[in-house]
T-cell receptor, first 119, second 113 residues
Framework: NAGVTQTPKFRILKIGQSMTLQCTQD?????MYWYRQDPGMGLKLIYY???????DKGEVPNGYNVSRSTTEDFPLRLELAAPSQTSVYFC??????????????????FGAGSRLTVL | AQKVTQAQTEISVVEKEDVTLDCVYE???????LFWYKQPPSGELVFLIR??????QNEISGRYSWNFQKSTSSFNFTITASQVVDSAVYFC??????????FGDGTTLTVKP
């Protein structure tokens, strides 16, 4: 049981390049999230998904895209990287389904983070 | 719209002191969930406590306790007899019934020996 796995852990991009941050979870969680954390700041919600095929914007969606074709995977796409996207990105998941609903409902399980630098 | 405010940016205490971290939230939802997460210097995010909006009973879990007051939209978190290992950034978070989870900007706690 690996939990939430993010790749890559580190990446340096040039301005204008594109990349995809991968996120996969093996807990059969229905909800998945992408956050970014700028230095010394809190977590800002980029996109989230309440189930396969359903995604919604968070607080800071501009410059990003997501898809949720399976329950397990929730990749985050940066189309034209900009220096303002330099940040640490966290993927997270949670469940509202029994039995997790009774014991750990809605608690976010986070990946280890992906540090992205855009130069 | 929902919002979480942690007014304390940084707190410094001496080991064994009690410390309370404040959290104020805003939401129009009648059903919601409140959380505290910890981010130690290593960077991972760790769940600490959860409270449902329909349960205002305050509890103690080991050295952790929390005070949830719906009337003032506050969800404060207390660490009793702080230890150096408690040094971390603490985040308060709000999740609505629709699934959107919003975090505060965090409070950096430093516990000195």
């Amino acid at each position: 049981n690996a939990g939430v796995t993010q790749t890559p852990k580190f990446r340096i991009l040039k301005i204008g390049q594109s990349m995809t941050l991968q996120c996969t979870q093996d807990m059969n969680h229905n909800y998945m999230y992408w956050y970014r954390q700028d230095p010394g700041m809190g977590l800002k919600l980029i996109y989230y998904s309440v189930g396969a095929g359903i995604t919604d914007k968070g607080e800071v969606p501009n410059g990003y895209n997501v898809s949720r074709s399976t329950t397990e995977d929730f990749p985050l796409r940066l189309e034209l990287a900009a220096p303002s996207q330099t940040s640490v990105y966290f993927c997270a998941s949670s469940s509202t389904r029994p039995p997790q609903a009774s014991s750990g409902a809605n608690v976010l399980t986070f990946g280890a983070g992906s540090r992205l630098t855009v130069l | 719209a929902q919002k979480v405010t942690q007014a304390q940016t940084e707190i410094s205490v001496v080991e064994k002191e009690d410390v309370t971290l404040d959290c104020v939230y805003e939401t129009r939802d009648t059903t919601y969930y409140l959380f505290w997460y910890k981010q130690p210097p290593s960077g991972e995010l760790v769940f600490l406590i959860r409270r449902n909006s329909f349960d205002e009973q305050n509890e103690i879990s080991g050295r952790y306790s929390w005070n949830f007051q719906k009337s003032t939209s506050s969800f404060n978190f207390t660490i009793t007899a702080s230890q150096v290992v408690d040094s971390a950034v603490y985040f308060c978070a709000l999740r609505t019934n629709a699934g959107k989870s919003t975090f505060g900007d965090g409070t950096t706690l430093t516990v000195k020996p």
